[in-house]
């Protein structure tokens, strides 16, 4: 049997990059190791989440980090979901959506 994937979308590509952005952003200070490994997953799945290497990854994993994270599903997906044009920083280079 023969697998065949089929390529990412543009709009895959970047809402994979949004999302590791995001997830980069909330960890802060604390490591890629300690993360991933209060998530269950390896610390180079979480590396290649944060840098969009893994443009769509599991739904469990990003439950598990966003969890980890103290990030609510709901606004993670909205802010992945919202045109670029409608993100913008504030002063504080905090992300904002309108």
Do not use: H, N, Y
Request: some cysteine; glycine content about 8%; aromatic content about 2%.
């Amino acid at each position: 049997m023969v697998v065949v994937r089929v390529p990412l979308t543009p709009d895959e590509l970047a809402r994979g990059q949004r999302l590791g952005a995001l997830l980069r952003e909330a960890r802060g200070d604390r490591t890629v190791l300690t993360i991933a490994l209060d998530a269950g997953i390896s610390p180079e799945t979480l590396r290649k989440i944060e840098t969009g290497r893994i443009a769509t990854p599991a739904f469990p994993t990003v439950a598990a980090v966003a969890g980890v994270l103290g990030l609510s599903l709901d606004a993670l997906w909205a802010q992945l979901c919202a045109p670029a044009s409608l993100t913008t920083q504030d002063d504080d280079g905090e992300r904002l959506v309108s």
